[in-house]
């Protein structure tokens, strides 16, 4: 599809009222999802902090010798896994409370920015599913 066919067809879009009402409602899910994620994504940072030496010392009892080298792994996983979902619990609540904004006000910068939140929240999504694909393809040829 040509660009110019696609930009005149997406001019025409409206949100209506019932749209409207969808989308509100999605704004509240959303909101209350990505609240619950940063909570446990809290409680798991406190829970890494108090109980990681301990994981580190499990870990390089079953690799002696290894010692820093897996304890250095755990804490990069760690970090990157914490990372990446507190990106995507902010990209989810900013769509929540920029689109819900951008519809109460009518404000069409805001509910822009509220959707350019979610199209990143789910191009990282989409990416972090292509690897767990990928990753499960290589283990069953790794049998």
């Known amino acids: 599809m040509e660009s110019g066919n696609q930009s005149s067809v997406l001019s025409d879009l409206l949100v209506t009222h019932t749209i409207g009402n969808h989308l509100h409602d999605s704004t509240k899910w959303c909101r209350f999802l990505s609240i619950v994620g940063i909570v446990f ?32 792994l755990i804490i990069i996983i760690m970090i990157l896994l914490i990372a ?12 929540s409370i920029l689109t819900r904004r951008g519809l109460e006000l009518r404000n069409q ?21 292509i690897l767990g694909v990928l990753v499960n393809i290589a283990g069953l040829f790794s049998l």
């Open 41 to 72: 994504l809290s409680i798991f940072v406190i829970a890494a902090i108090i109980g990681g030496p301990s994981i580190v010392r499990l870990v390089a009892d079953l690799f002696p010798g290894l010692e820093d080298a897996i304890g250095n």
């Open 84 to 95: 990446v979902s507190g990106v995507l619990l902010f990209l989810l609540f900013r769509f």
């Open 109 to 129: 910068a805001l509910f822009n920015d509220g959707l350019k939140a979610l199209k990143f929240y789910f191009i990282i999504y989409g990416v972090i599913g």
